[in-house]
């Protein structure tokens, strides 16, 4: 299918709608550039919500760190390859910042810990982990933790995968003043779904039916635990109304898959960025990609079949690892599903996975993906850059492993503003 001459040429196609490719949104808009975008919206729902920044270093020792910034400092030393590495801490921090206060600017504040240190979070599992952004939903759950307050803790009849008891059986010996409630949740009956209850509580009169609920069983507790649910678009009003009807502090704890909590994030995303300019092809994919003089491309955007072309100067590609579909393995090797860009691998597929399941320093599967250069844009295993209009950014990329080194949404929200603010550089 041919483009006709007179389609306007974009300055940027963001590849991906995960945190990665959200975030470049954000920064692509604040910074003027004119951006559009495509993916498929539901992988966000996968967020916990929690904002990781850096949580483990070394990860061979399972060094967990309070202070994720003397964290980074190391890391920078420690690993030189790893996409944090490429970044000043100032870059990271306001990354950060930009972010969280696009997130309080729509209603959807996070808290942190007032030394600018890692919070600890209770997991749905009842582990507890190092993190450092919560929604505001979750702040008194990190401080009712920290200061081991007696806290009653809800979970309802029909809802899979959340268990207050397992929670607080699991947590007895760093907590022991836990109690715990199975309740009926108002109004709706039968196998119960997180994002359902969510939306019904962001009605008044099913949250005093709620509270109605849960007063009894709060004897002296200081604090009420929910799995999170507290509302999707109003979780302000929502909160702040448990705590009044309950007369104690109301707090979320994250939930298994989906998440309200990546909901929230992807609706708050999906309302904004259009406004600001963004041209979000939603539930599409780029299929293909043709490479145009003067070095831009011609995106082809379809599902099963292409419905449109995109022109753009440049291309950020922030599509993941397995699960987002940005990396693929087969017998051969792991490969870049697009653009087939080299992935940093190890040499044999043997060498893919330890013998041990629970391997300390992880599997170096983990770590394969995209190697960049300092302006994040793809490069071969000699450091040569492959495309001057080309950058990548977020769980693509190669020598990180961020689900042990507790660093996935901060490395999205980095490496996307690193890679924005070097677009903006080439096409300005
Ligand atoms: C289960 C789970 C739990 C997590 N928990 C936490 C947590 O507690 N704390 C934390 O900080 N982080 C957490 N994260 C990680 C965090 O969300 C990461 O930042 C994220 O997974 C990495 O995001 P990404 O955007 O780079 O990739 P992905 O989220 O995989 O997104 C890739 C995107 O690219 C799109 N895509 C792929 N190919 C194409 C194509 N050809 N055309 C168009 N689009 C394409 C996909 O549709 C998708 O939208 C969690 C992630 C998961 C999956």
Not at 117 to 126: D, E, M, R
Not at 165 to 191: C, M, Y
Not at 363 to 391: M, T, W
Request: glycine share 8%; hydrophobic share 40%.
């Amino acid at each position: 299918m041919a483009t006709p001459s007179n389609v306007k040429k974009h300055d940027v196609m963001i590849i991906g709608t995960g945190m990665t490719g959200m975030a470049a949104a954000l920064f692509a808009a604040q910074q003027r550039l004119d951006t559009v975008q495509a993916g498929i919206t539901g992988e966000i729902n996968f967020a916990s919500g929690l904002l990781d920044l850096f949580g483990v270093h070394p990860v061979s020792r399972g060094c967990v760190l309070t202070d994720p910034w003397r964290g980074l400092a190391k890391l920078i030393q420690d690993e030189p390859l790893h996409p944090y590495a490429k970044l000043e801490i100032n870059t990271i921090r306001m990354a950060m910042r930009r972010f969280v206060d696009f997130l309080a600017k729509a209603d959807y504040p996070y808290s942190f810990h007032p030394d600018e240190k890692n919070l600890n979070v209770i997991t749905p599992a009842g582990t507890i982990k190092p993190t450092y952004g919560v929604p505001h939903t979750m702040q008194k759950g990190a401080q009712a933790l920290a200061l081991k307050q007696s806290c009653l803790l809800v979970d309802f009849k029909g809802l899979k995968g959340y268990s207050a008891r397992q929670i607080a059986l699991a947590l007895a010996h760093r907590w022991p003043n836990l109690k715990t409630v199975r309740l009926e949740f108002p109004d709706l009956s039968g196998e119960l779904y997180t994002e359902r209850m969510a939306r019904s509580l962001e009605e008044p009169q099913a949250r005093k039916k709620l509270a109605q609920a849960v007063l009894p069983h709060i004897e002296n507790a200081s604090a009420v635990g929910f799995p999170s649910i507290l509302g999707v678009y109003r979780t302000k009003d929502v909160l702040q109304d448990l705590e009044r009807l309950l007369g104690v502090n109301v707090f979320e704890i994250p939930t298994m898959l989906p998440t309200v909590t990546g909901l929230r994030l992807r609706e708050i995303f999906e309302q904004h960025l259009p406004a600001m300019g963004v041209q979000i092809n939603f539930q599409q994919r780029v299929l293909a990609c043709d490479h145009l003089p003067g070095g831009h491309f011609r995106l082809h955007i379809g599902n099963e079949k292409v419905n449109c072309h995109v022109l753009a100067k440049a291309v950020i590609l922030a599509s993941g690892r397995f699960l987002g579909k940005g990396l693929r393995a087969d017998r051969n090797g792991i490969h870049e599903t697009l653009f087939n860009l080299p992935v940093h691998q190890p040499s044999q597929r043997s060498g893919w996975h330890h013998k041990d399941l629970f391997h300390q320093a992880g599997h170096p599967i983990n770590r394969s993906g995209v190697q960049v250069d300092k302006y994040f844009r793809p490069a071969n295993c000699q450091g040569r850059v492959l495309h001057e209009h080309l950058f990548a950014a977020g769980s693509i990329l190669a020598h990180q492993d961020w689900i042990r080194q507790k660093c996935g949404s901060g490395l999205a929200i980095a490496t996307a503003y690193a890679a924005v603010k070097a677009c903006k550089n080439l096409v300005d």
